[in-house]
């Protein structure tokens, strides 16, 4: 199976823009998870996608949101970018059972504010 | 709230030799999945192995193997046999069922060298 797969790999901003990352999980997994990595705070959760709902969220302001459409495939937005949301933007995908569930990361995005 | 934490910012190994990654949480959760992540400096995130709390059998795979100590919460990863392509940041994580669902709480990471 394909693993997951994150697009674009490097994408370089201003403050103010905004912008869009993709994930596309492994085939077969139902949810999908975002993730902010950076040197600071380490690796936070933004928000769990399920069946095109967002099932779980992290402690994020509202200028990050996500969606997920039929396919499974997510997107993550960020408006009115900062320089604080220069990181490294993970997916994860899993099934999405109830339960714990294995989580696979995908390459991340690496976003850079200017 | 759960908290993960790793107290060894940076370790090194020689080749060929053991070492013990250290990891401990914070739950008032019973069941739950604890896991070890790698993440080399090519930054691909990559599962290492993965331990149910409901299981007393420590998990294994090939040259890593886990000791876990649910009363104490405690949850080390131990790599035998250390090779150059185990350096990486590894990281300690935690998931439970319920409200959390999707939602792994990692620890800071602990950065380990393997040197030749």
């Known amino acids: 199976k394909a693993g997951v797969t994150q697009t674009p790999r490097y994408l370089i901003k201003t403050r103010g823009q905004q912008v869009t990352l993709s994930c596309s999980p492994i085939?077969?997994?139902?949810?999908v998870s975002w993730y902010q990595q950076t040197p600071g705070q380490g690796l936070q959760f933004l928000f769990e996608?399920?069946?095109?709902?967002?099932?779980n969220k992290g402690n994020f302001p509202g200028r990050f949101s996500g969606r997920q459409f039929s396919n499974s495939r997510s997107e993550m937005n960020v408006s009115t970018l900062e320089l604080g949301d220069s990181a490294l933007y993970l997916c994860a995908s899993s099934a999405g059972l109830v339960g714990p569930d294995t989580q696979y990361f995908g390459p991340g995005t690496r976003l850079t504010v200017l | 709230a759960q908290t993960v934490t790793q107290s060894q910012p940076e370790m090194s190994v020689q080749e060929a030799e053991t070492v013990t990654l250290s990891c401990t949480y914070d739950?008032?959760?019973?069941?739950?999945?604890l896991f070890w992540y790698k993440q080399p400096p090519s930054r691909q995130m990559i599962l290492v192995i993965r331990q149910e709390a409901y299981k007393q059998q420590n998990a294994t795979e090939n040259r890593f193997s886990v000791n876990f100590q649910k009363a104490a919460k405690s949850f080390s990863l131990k790599i035998s046999d250390s090779q150059l392509g185990d350096t990486a940041m590894y990281f300690c994580?935690?998931?439970?069922?319920?409200?959390?669902?999707?939602?792994?709480?990692f620890g800071k990471g602990t950065k380990l060298s393997v040197k030749p």
């Open positions: 739950t008032s959760e019973n069941n739950y999945y």
């Open positions: 085939s077969g997994h139902r949810s």
């Open positions: 996608y399920f069946s095109e709902t967002q099932r």
């Open positions: 994580a935690f998931t439970n069922y319920g409200g959390s669902q999707g939602n792994l709480i």
